[in-house]
Each structure stands twice: as structure tokens, then as C-alpha cells.
């Protein structure tokens, strides 16, 4: 088997950790899969679905691997890692997208994408610097939600806006114009969610973008963490547009 | 100086790590704190408050202690340690509750107490087994937020209950009865918010003790991550009570 190393941002491939996320990437993106590599401490349960047959079944190599395990789970109780091509996406212009101005924190993205890919916002912005969405951190916070989205990376917000012109802007500021639960309109669908770096939010400019949104909360503290006010924001929104799914149903 | 150790669940002491974590600990609990511990490489920025002074004022002991730092910082890029006695809280009983039963995760515990002290939930039952609030990581993450609060730990929800009688129980469940958005009655003030472990949620009896709910979402994630769960539900119940604060008047 090709040597896999461990993770680079530079380099053309990254991995899922774990069953669920590998299972995951097969069923979204197979043809992205390199390989997958199964611990010979892996003893599959009941509850499984057998690995190997669904790999054989995709035409993907799968094999026994414990050396690759070892060198890729860093640490981590892993028993089995896929290992995929990265890929570039693009946006759809017609669906809601969240845009994430200089994220700083693989774990924060991760969970942005779980929940987002949750609340109906398939389409993500990065704008740079942010953190590396294919880091295996990031990959396993989202628990492979990141294989159901498109996530596109831009130089600037301004590079966005001119690929995505005409576009209702949300910024969430801590000084935004609106409180949340007065956005009581529909929104259409082609809106943005807007939020800023962890430590230092969305500069005062980000106001003439758009509607600027706040999240109203005491002053106990100094502000939300960033994946919580993003799930608040998505929610709502998604509460607003009227798309209510319920899990009860299917 | 009294030689601390790194931080162990039965000692009777825990620290915060990092200038403002330890400023809101000597805010909130002044007669707590054993001592403040400074790094021979702090420098004062002009934005900083003056920590000696501020321990001063207080008669809280304050000294350069590299040695101290170092031990407890664990890598971190810290240079402002608190100590301070654990203690106990008593919950309000008048007041809305946050419950959860079984967290496991520390970072999780304190995202959750920043955006519980950000709603208007100052008071915590944590639910056995549970993770330590105390840990520095649990603080961390609190950004502070635990010492503005009131945290207790119960054996089991059934004690919690019998403790505090004649609540409304709202357990948040993947499949509970009603959908966060149809809950626009008010709320009345007494009333708790329940979540489950990160990994198995709550157990199928929880319907029994209220009135479950849940957050809608596709079915392309199986779940929220346990915070951002919190924060959307915390969040809501605080718009549906009318308290709704507006950090642009203060």
C-alpha cells in the first residue's frame, strides 16, 4: 500500500477517523476514496455495516493496514481511517449559504458544518486566513457532515460577494442592527449568514453589507462561542423559512 | 509559596488559566481564591487591568512565580494563573434551571456555562456521572462564566427532582413530543432544561418527566453537538420569557 503520512495542508489528501465518518465519505464521495485502512484490532459488531463488502462493492481498496492506522490516528482509538482526495466545490447560487470570515478553530469549523448541513445550509464560504476544513480535526468534528456540503474558500468577502452578487447579507455583529426574533420576515433563499473570527468577530464595515444581526444575551458574558451562535442564527432561520423537518416523520 | 500541583479531581483546588478568566474569578469570588500566580514574562498590556493592584485591594496574595506557571500552564501559552478553594452552590429554586445528565465532555461543560450565564440559566444541576466542572479545561472554556453561576451535583435526576418539586420538565429528546417552535406559551420561571450525554442522549423514561422537545433538524446529521443543541434551546426559552436584553443600550 501507497505510504500515507500524516496530515499537511499542503499535501493532496485527507482522512476520516473512525468508522461513522468513514462510512460516511463512501456513501457521499467514493470516487474521492484512496483507500481504506482497517486496524487487525478492528472486530466488527453487530451493529456495523461490514466494511470491506461496502468498499468492494464501491470498487474502493480496502485492507488490513495497522501500520497506516497506527501513523495516521495519532494517538486517537482509531481502528479505521479513509483516506480521500481532496476536492474543490462550488457554491450554489440559489440555496442559503453561511460564510465564515477568518475561522481560526478546526474544532469551531467542524461543528459549524454539522450544524449547518443540519439546518439546511449546504453551501459554505471560508474566507482567508481561516482554518483548513479538510484537517482530519476539522473532518471528524463535523462527524462527516462535510461530505454532504459544498465549501468553497475565497482571498476576501469581497471576492464572495462578486462571484454571489444579489444576496441578502446577515453579518452577525455584537452591535448588529437587528436582534434575531425581530427578523420575523421570510427571507429568501438566496441569504448569507455572516460571521466572524472567534476572537475578534466581523469588523464595523461588515454593517454596510447588509441587515446586521445580534443575538441578544446578558452582559454576564462577553459574547457567544462562535459554533453556539451559529447554531442559534441557523436555526432561526431555518425556524423563519418555514422548512420544519421533523424527525418523528422522517 | 504553597506548592500547587497540576490539577486533580480530589484535591480541593482548582485554577484558572489566562488574565481574564482570572479577573471574572476574582470579580465573582474574591474569598475563594488562594492566590494569583504570574509569569516572569508578563508584561502589562494598556488595556489590562493591574493584576497586582486589583489582589491588593482585595488582600488576595499576588506573586511573580515562574515556577508555579510552568507547572500548572500545561503547555498553554499562559502567564496569569488564579487558584482558588472548590466550593459549593446551593441552586435557586425560583429560578429557571439547566440540567444535564451525564456530560462527558469538560470543553462541552464549559461552552455550556458560558451560553447558560449568556441566557439567563445561572443555575446548573449536573447529573452523575458527569464531568468535573471544576477542571481547568471545564473553566477554560467557561471563559469564567462558572463563577457567575450556581453548579450542583446530583446522584441521580430523581434526587434533583425530589429536591426541587414542582417544576416544568422540559427533556430535550431526538424524539421528544413537541418541536422547540411550537412552544410559544410562556414559560413559567421555575422550569428546567434537560440534556443528555453527547454520545446517548437521554434514555426513553425522560418522556415521562415532562414535556419533551426537540429540535428540528434534516436528517442528514443524526444529532446537534451538545452545546449548540443547548444554546438554540437556551436561547429560545429566553425570547419566549421576554427578557430580552439589547447590548447596544447596555
Not at 171 to 181: K, S
Amino acid at each position: 500500500m501507497d505510504k500515507f503520512k500524516k496530515y499537511r495542508s499542503d499535501t493532496g489528501y485527507s482522512y476520516t477517523l473512525g468508522l461513522s465518518p468513514t462510512v460516511e465519505l463512501l456513501a457521499a464521495m467514493p470516487r474521492q476514496v484512496l483507500c481504506v485502512c482497517v486496524s487487525e484490532r478492528y472486530v466488527q459488531r453487530d451493529e456495523d455495516l461490514n466494511i470491506f463488502e461496502r468498499c468492494e462493492a464501491l470498487g474502493v481498496r480496502c485492507e488490513r493496514d495497522e501500520r497506516t492506522v497506527g501513523r495516521l490516528a495519532d494517538k486517537e482509538n482509531v481502528y479505521v481511517i479513509g483516506i480521500f482526495e481532496k476536492y474543490q466545490s462550488a457554491l450554489d447560487p440559489a440555496l442559503p449559504h453561511a460564510a465564515l470570515v477568518c475561522p481560526g478553530d478546526m474544532g469551531n469549523l467542524g461543528t459549524i458544518m454539522r450544524t449547518a448541513c443540519g439546518f439546511d445550509y449546504l453551501d459554505l464560504a471560508l474566507i482567508e486566513p481561516a482554518a483548513d476544513h479538510f484537517h482530519p480535526k476539522a473532518v471528524r468534528a463535523s462527524m462527516g457532515a462535510l461530505f454532504g456540503m459544498r465549501v468553497a474558500r475565497f482571498a476576501s468577502f469581497d471576492e464572495y460577494l462578486a462571484a454571489f452578487p444579489g444576496r441578502a447579507i446577515y453579518p452577525f455583529m455584537l452591535d448588529g442592527r437587528f436582534e434575531l426574533h425581530e427578523l420575523a420576515a421570510p427571507v429568501q433563499a438566496a441569504h448569507t449568514l455572516v460571521f466572524g473570527n472567534e476572537a475578534t468577530g466581523l469588523d464595523g464595515g461588515f454593517h454596510a453589507y447588509g441587515s446586521s444581526v445580534r443575538i441578544a444575551h446578558s452582559d454576564r458574558i462577553d459574547s457567544l462561542n462562535l459554533s453556539v451562535a451559529f447554531g442559534v442564527a441557523a436555526c432561526h432561520f431555518h425556524a423563519l423559512s418555514g422548512k420544519r423537518h421533523n424527525p418523528r416523520s422522517g
